[in-house]
């Protein structure tokens, strides 16, 4: 199975500051196809999981520019270019390269 | 709009069986695939299983394999998840999530039923 580690495991982050967060999965996600299916959610305290970001950098309909995915082969990274109240939570990195599907252990952001 | 909702969870002794029940409407359901991801309270998204469009194709995690059967009506628009031999272990919430294009795109998830394994 992909093991997928994320760092750090918390934040405080400053309103209006950028944030990022790290994902490393301990093998490549390039699926045979060529395509990196790694993706990014974000779950608020008592709500479903929401997604953000799929196949390494493609923002979900309605997700705001300022968050973006970047990474290659193993390492991956998700940005926040400024971050607002509604950004806190709990942030995910999922691999859907191949089965079992594996997430992260979760990185929680709040505002300092 | 894109709805989920998934029902059927509750209190369940050790050993016992559930069956969760998720109603999707808003979408083509046979369309697509789909899957459920659980949650122990506290902890971190768990993947569990996933189904193809017309239920020819599942996938389970390693801790339900055997024990847990996911299927599919899509005459009604409904996924299921048919969990035998429960254990502790199992207690989380139960989210249904729809797969949309491409792997890894889970653009729609319902609200999450609790399941309470306990003696």
């Known amino acids: 199975d992909i093991v997928m580690t994320q760092t750090p495991l918390s934040s405080a982050v400053t309103l209006g500051q950028p944030a990022s967060i790290s994902c490393r999965s301990s093998q490549s996600l390039v699926h045979s196809d060529g395509n990196t299916y790694l993706s990014w959610l974000h779950q608020r305290p008592g709500q479903p999981p929401r997604l953000l970001i799929y196949?390494?950098?493609n923002r979900l309909s309605g997700v705001p520019d300022r968050f973006s995915g970047s990474g290659a082969g193993t390492d991956f990274t998700l940005r926040i270019s400024r971050v607002e109240a509604e950004d806190v939570g709990v942030y995910y990195c999922?691999?859907?390269?191949?089965?079992?599907?594996?997430f992260g252990g979760g990185t929680k952001v709040e505002i300092k | 709009e894109v709805q989920l909702l998934e029902s059927g969870g509750g209190l369940v002794h050790p050993e016992g069986s559930l069956r969760l029940s998720c109603v999707a409407s808003g979408f083509s359901f046979s369309t697509y695939t789909m899957t459920w991801v659980r949650q122990a309270p506290g902890k971190g998204l768990e993947w569990v299983s996933s189904?193809?469009?017309?239920?020819?194709?599942?996938y389970y995690a390693d801790s339900v394999k055997g024990r847990f059967t996911i299927s599919r009506d899509n005459s009604k628009n409904t996924l299921f998840l048919h969990m035998n031999s429960l254990t502790a272990e199992d207690t989380a919430f139960y989210y249904c999530?729809?797969?949309?294009?491409?792997?890894?795109?889970?653009?729609?998830w319902g609200q999450g039923t609790l399941v309470t394994v306990s003696s």
């Open positions: 999530t729809k797969r949309g294009d491409t792997y890894g795109l889970f653009d729609s």
């Open positions: 196949k390494l950098s």
């Open positions: 189904i193809s469009g017309w239920g020819y194709n599942t």
């Open positions: 999922m691999q859907a390269t191949q089965f079992p599907l594996t």
